[in-house]
């Protein structure tokens, strides 16, 4: 079966063509990188034709596509999603005819960027000059910066004049791309963070480093980060020339991972996915995702699922490559994962199963709660910002052993347990104030609808708690933004009329003029967790509250 070129061949005539199919029958010498002959018919025709054509052939000398384009653009083929070894090329390079004005053979830039992104072994630009083939080449090097290309361009009078053994220098200078990668080998997936924000919009650096510290949470390594100030584009978000940057950048970095400190309309999502190799996360992926790896009970692994699910069914499309990336590690894992890739209809069975299982463990829930009710304990529930500290402070309060990591949605199961506050001092041998204490999935900014539906079950709790221990980390720079997104949220629960007592953790990190004026703004107690610091005025507090309580409802 004979090769056929690909590209812009209309309004080519039948010999045209023919001429051009040609080309697949030219010996090449593998030990060159562009023999004299080849390189001369190339510009020939492509003057000739007014049109690019470029060529693609193999380290072997083996002509594998031949491609035409228009007078200013060569649209290469889909050359196939590859995963390289460290330091590795494609093994291809790429001769094309250069029809720009002058007598100097150019390499437009985006025949630079298919160099890096793709990979090639070399870009050989060509055009013939008063019986000279004029020839530019250009070849990758080890990096030298994330912000400089890393490739090397050469210019000759004639491709005569270059004589270097081609497969040799291929071979050295892969062996100089893998001593020099640009980070060691590790078992977690590397990550390059983008944040777009209007220019309007202020704390960015917060919200960033929060979006780092969820990234680190989910055991992805910062590769780097990305921001840019401008008013997002409705296709890309960042703009389709700061795209094709920010995806250099990550291969620079060998970073697998994009994550955009954003949501992701899913046209968004879908429009990056396609234009890059690379896996693509928003937020809100990056939060389900940590939620998969940190559900334990069926129940939260029930709800994890659901909001994957009703999640991803806008971004499912047949045969779109941007969902199949996901399928394993970072934004790929948990109960979910196996059905990204099933039909849409079997996903809104899927959900509607799901659903009505949630619905029944959430009867079996309250069921277990109205024999609770049958026994006065006061519920007190623990909430707050995501890391402020909560499950330390049920740990340290309850001598419990709940998980406390320093990590962002350590807790996603709902955890309960007995505490009694001692007698007063007054009278030590008095009987103390039975308490339950419940840890709750910790609160974040711009949380997907998605996700919060499916867990109101976890959040259904507060419903059923007298009253509420709002921990704040203290040494927080956004504590007041964190304590506002908290109380949105209490305010769309209608829980804001539960007592309420703040309570300002990680006091031994700040300064005590500092925690005077949060003391005094938030009219909270300072205590530490860690330390155990401030609990005597805590627990004094929630009696005083507990009592106070009693006496206006009786």
Not at 213 to 241: C, F, H, M, N, S
Not at 250 to 265: G, N, S, V, Y
Not at 284 to 304: H, K, N, P, Y
Request: glycine share 8%; net charge positive.
């Amino acid at each position: 079966m004979s090769q056929k070129p690909k590209g812009n061949l209309k309004g080519l005539s039948p010999s045209q063509i023919k001429g051009i199919q040609k080309l697949f029958s030219r010996s090449v010498d593998r030990s060159q990188l562009c023999p004299r002959a080849l390189g001369l018919e190339v510009a020939e025709l492509s003057s000739k034709l007014g049109r690019r054509i470029g060529l693609l052939i193999s380290r072997e000398g083996k002509i594998l596509e031949v491609v035409v384009g228009t007078r200013e653009i060569l649209y290469l083929p889909d050359l196939g999603r590859y995963r390289f070894g460290a330091g590795r090329l494609r093994r291809l390079r790429l001769v094309f005819g250069d029809l720009s004005k002058g007598d100097t053979a150019q390499i437009p830039h985006d025949i630079y960027t298919d160099l890096e992104k793709l990979r090639l072994d070399a870009v050989v630009s060509v055009k013939s000059v008063s019986n000279q083939v004029r020839a530019s080449y250009a070849h990758l090097l080890p990096l030298r910066n994330e912000e400089e290309a890393p490739i090397e361009t050469e210019e000759v009078k004639d491709l005569s004049e270059v004589t270097f053994p081609f497969i040799e220098f291929m071979e050295q200078l892969e062996q100089q791309l893998t001593l020099s990668r640009t980070r060691k080998k590790s078992s977690k997936e590397a990550a390059v963070l983008v944040g777009v924000y209007d220019k309007k919009l202020q704390n960015v650096e917060d919200s960033m480093a929060e979006l780092e510290e969820l990234a680190r949470t989910a055991g992805v390594e910062i590769a780097g980060k990305i921001i840019q100030r401008r008013t997002p584009d409705p296709r890309t978000l960042l703009g389709k020339g700061k795209l094709e940057e920010v995806v250099l950048r990550c291969l620079r970095l060998e970073a697998e991972l994009l994550i955009f400190d954003t949501e992701l309309k899913p046209f968004q999502w879908r429009v990056i996915t396609n234009s890059t190799d690379i896996k693509v996360l928003d937020r809100s992926m990056l939060i389900l995702d940590i939620f998969a790896q940190r559900a334990t009970s069926s129940d939260g692994r029930l709800q994890v699922e659901l909001a994957q699910l009703k999640y991803n069914l806008p971004r499912l499309v047949e045969k779109d490559a941007g969902l199949s990336r996901l399928t394993g590690g970072i934004g790929g894992r948990g109960p979910g994962e196996t059905k990204l890739e099933i039909g849409r209809r079997r996903i809104r069975d899927r959900i509607s199963d799901l659903e009505k299982r949630i619905d029944k463990l959430g009867k079996q829930r309250e069921m277990r709660r109205k024999k609770r009710k049958g026994i006065p304990v006061p519920l007190v529930a623990i909430l707050g910002y995501t890391n402020a500290g909560k499950s330390t402070l049920f740990n340290a309060l309850t001598s419990g052993s709940v998980l406390a990591e320093d990590k962002l949605f350590a807790t996603l199961d709902p955890a309960q347990k007995r505490w009694v506050i001692p007698g007063g001092e007054e009278d030590p041998t008095s009987y103390g104030m039975p308490l339950v204490l419940t840890d709750t999935v910790g609160f974040i900014r711009d949380l997907p609808d998605e996700l919060r539906t499916a867990f109101r079950a976890t959040l259904e709790e507060l419903y059923e708690a007298n009253y509420l221990l709002h921990v704040v980390d203290a040494s927080s720079r956004d504590l007041k933004e964190k304590m506002a997104s908290v109380r949105g949220v209490l305010q769309e629960m209608n829980l804001l009329d539960t007592p309420l007592i703040t309570v300002l953790n990680k006091c031994d990190l700040v300064s005590h003029e500092r925690l005077e004026e949060l003391v005094a703004e938030t009219e909270g107690i300072a205590v530490s967790a860690i330390n155990r610091e401030g609990f005597n005025e805590l627990r004094r507090r929630v009696k005083e509250m507990v009592t106070e309580k009693d006496e206006l409802s009786h």
